[in-house]
T-cell receptor, first 111, second 116 residues
């Protein structure tokens, strides 16, 4: 079993819909939770960063962390074709330590 | 967010040659940088952790003599693929920690290496 599980997709939604992404993990020691967006042949771009449990909102993006269930989510409201990319969750036990990535979910937003 | 610059963005080389990839933190100092490798439609695989002024820490299965890492300053880390072979062809990405507690990780734009 992988440390971090993420559905590879592709997840196809119409423009304007809400995109719902999630990851599950097995290591309860994870404290830092991040979501990255990666376009093809580009480096990942940090979208959301959360420490410990709770919700965080930034523009059209909302990140949720439920440590009791070992489950994290990313929601994208009012999705645009430019949101079409691969979304990677990344978890970290402590600051300065290496990230553990999910496999990534490919998202397609159709006009 | 913080900016990490990676160069070159792509390189084609002949088998047996060495290739150097540079990773720079442009507006912050990075005591720790990470090097990843990514195959098509797969997630990032950590190769090594680079600490300024000390030897890099390599992940299991990564040959340190094959992938030489140098982190001579707080803003520059380099990865040299020595005696490259076609199986080394891949997308290489660096990242650097930033923040009051180095909690956030920012990535370079990646380097596509093709070995003929």
């Amino acid at each position: 079993q992988k440390e971090v599980e993420q559905d590879p997709g592709p997840l196809s939604v119409p423009e304007g819909a809400i995109v719902s992404l999630n990851c599950t993990y097995s290591n309860s020691a994870f404290q830092y939770f991040m979501w990255y967006r990666q376009y093809s042949r580009k480096g990942p771009e940090l979208l959301m960063y959360t420490y410990s449990s709770g919700n965080k909102e930034d523009g059209r993006f909302t990140a949720q962390v439920d440590k009791s269930s070992k489950y994290i989510s990313l929601f994208i409201r009012d999705s645009q074709p430019s949101d079409s990319a691969t979304y990677l969750c990344a978890l970290r036990v402590a600051a300065g330590n290496k990230l553990t990535f999910g496999g990534g979910t490919r998202v397609l937003v159709k006009p | 967010g913080a900016v990490v610059s990676q160069h070159p963005s792509w390189v084609i080389c002949k088998s047996g040659t060495s290739v150097k990839i540079e990773c720079r933190s442009l507006d912050f100092q990075a005591t720790t940088m990470f090097w990843y490798r990514q195959f098509p439609k797969q997630s990032l695989m950590l190769m090594a952790t680079s600490n300024e002024g000390s030897k890099a820490t390599y992940e299991q299965g990564v040959e340190k003599d094959k992938f030489l890492i140098n982190h001579a300053s707080l803003t520059l880390s380099t990865l040299t693929v020595t005696s490259a072979h076609p199986e080394d062809s891949s997308f290489y990405i660096c990242s650097a920690s930033h923040g009051a507690s180095n909690e956030k990780l920012f990535f370079g734009s990646g380097t596509q290496l093709s070995v003929l």
